[in-house]
């Protein structure tokens, strides 16, 4: 079992930058892929980046790509998101996702992700 404790959000202005956290617990979490998803009020969650279980794989959203960074420390049980650029639109709950099965695989599917964070709200300003 995989638990998820995301931390870093808050409010920033359009431009400026975040650093979101992830903590693990259990011994799955360096043979997981992770990943982060992001709801905006009234919309579905969606895919924003994941990183396969050696962090040498990583894929991002179009609408993210060049400015988000994901990577993880498998010693520490820690997964990291450095958000730069931030416009209004990234605006949301932000949450990290664990998919213990098939590892070396990122998936960009709600569905195939096991354990979830609590989330952590990120407020973009204009």
């Known amino acids: 079992q995989v638990q998820l404790v995301e931390s870093g959000g808050g409010l920033v202005q359009a431009g400026g930058s975040l650093r979101l956290s992830c903590a693990a617990s259990?011994?799955?979490?360096?043979?997981?892929?992770m990943a982060w998803f992001r709801q905006a009020p009234g919309k579905e969650r969606e895919f924003v980046t994941g990183?396969?279980?050696?962090?040498?794989?990583?894929a991002y959203a179009d609408s993210v790509k060049g400015r988000f960074t994901i990577s993880r420390d498998n010693a520490k049980n820690t997964l990291l998101l450095q958000m730069n650029s931030l416009k209004p639109e990234d605006t949301a709950v932000y949450y990290c996702?664990?998919?213990?099965?098939?590892?070396?695989?990122?998936?960009?599917?709600?569905?195939?992700?096991?354990?979830w964070g609590q989330g952590t709200q990120v407020t973009v300003s204009s």
């Open positions: 990183i396969n279980w050696s962090g040498g794989i990583t």
């Open positions: 259990g011994r799955t979490f360096s043979r997981s892929a």
């Open positions: 996702a664990a998919k213990t099965a098939l590892g070396w695989v990122i998936s960009r599917a709600r569905d195939e992700y096991d354990y």
